[in-house]
């Protein structure tokens, strides 16, 4: 149950700073939601509602949880957010100052630090009564510790993500040094990039001599609701991915100029070749395969989500 509300100094910050320690150690959004509205409830007295802005959390390649809306719903937060502060509604009904009616009245506040909008916090109570300014101030107060945890979280969040990405160059060099050949390899290195970073669909593709099109290696691909798991439709997705020739579609244009092509939106761009096999192809990047000013092949990345590579993604794969 809420407990009574205290002032912003008669709080015990011991509390506030261990909700700190928990949005850092949680493991999602939603988990640093309940721990907030946890510690929100023993506070201040009334209904709690978290609102995260899940875009902002978002990891390269990483899909959000698309537990919170895109934008928040309730306008107590939406007034808060276009204010920048926080706003407050009277309990009081218009025209019935002294008449002892009550209704709804809540508290809003922003979570933002450094001018990002990280989410926003709400306190509603049905029948009031009105917020006083030590529980106004408690709850701004409250905002800003939470809007901090929530950037160091993120900044974990990101280190770990970095060092993931330290670690697949590693296990793809010691693949290079151990794979007996080509097909090996390849399968190798899409299975790791894949299974990294979850990226929808990894291939690979190297040039033929004397040939017009690049000859399929290996590819590996996200299990998704959408497609058949069965061994038939797997044989079926690599023999469509064969095909490839050099100047068309965006693998064949990374072969035939040796330059990376990137797409965040393949639905826009008329050089995307549709794979009826890939229906969730959201962006898409072609980095050539090259040994010195030759290009020996085309690595090919989709991903189901817009603007899906971020630069660490690139940097990392190139």
């Known amino acids: 149950m809420p407990a009574r509300s205290r002032s912003p100094r008669a709080a015990d910050w011991r509390d506030i700073a261990s909700l700190g320690e928990q949005i850092v150690n949680a493991d999602s959004l939603s988990e640093q939601r309940d721990h907030i509205i946890a510690m929100t409830s023993q506070l201040i007295k009334g209904e709690i509602d978290v609102w995260l802005c899940e875009r902002v959390f978002r990891l390269p390649n990483l899909e959000v949880e698309g537990v919170f809306p895109e934008d928040p719903e309730l306008p107590g ?3 808060a957010i276009k204010a920048g502060k926080v706003r407050t509604r009277p309990s009081r009904a218009n025209g019935a100052k002294g008449s002892g009616v009550s209704r709804e009245t809540w508290a809003a506040v922003p979570m933002i ?6 989410g926003a ?6 029948q009031g009564p009105e917020f006083k300014q030590v529980e106004v101030d408690l709850l701004e107060q409250l905002a800003g510790a939470v809007s901090i945890s929530l950037v160091a979280s993120h900044r ?8 993931n990405q330290l670690n697949l160059v590693r296990q793809v060099s010691e693949q290079i040094a151990n794979a007996l ?3 090996e390899l390849a399968q190798r290195v899409t299975e790791l990039i894949q299974q990294t970073f979850h990226y929808y669909y990894v291939a690979i593709f190297t040039v033929q001599d004397d040939s017009p099109s690049l000859r399929f290696r290996s590819s590996a691909m996200a299990n998704t609701t959408q497609e058949a798991q069965s061994s038939r439709s797997k044989r079926r997705r690599t023999k469509t991915a064969l095909e490839v020739e050099i100047g068309q579609g965006l693998v064949g244009l990374a072969a035939e100029s040796g330059e990376r092509v990137l797409v965040d939106d393949v639905q826009n761009d008329p050089r995307y070749r549709f794979i009826d096999v890939l ?3 959201r962006s898409e990047v072609a980095l050539p395969l090259k040994y010195e000013d030759r290009v020996l092949g085309v690595l090919d990345i989709q991903s ?3 603007d899906a590579f971020h630069p660490n993604d ?4 190139e």
């Open 181 to 183: 050949s080509i097909n």
């Open 77 to 79: 937060m939406q007034r």
């Open 121 to 126: 916090l709400q306190v509603t109570r049905k």
């Open 279 to 281: 229906p969730e192809a």
């Open 304 to 306: 189901d989500q817009l």
């Open 314 to 317: 690139l940097l990392i794969l």
């Open 113 to 118: 630090e450094k001018g990002v909008l990280l």
């Open 156 to 163: 974990v969040a990101v280190e770990r993500f970095r060092l």
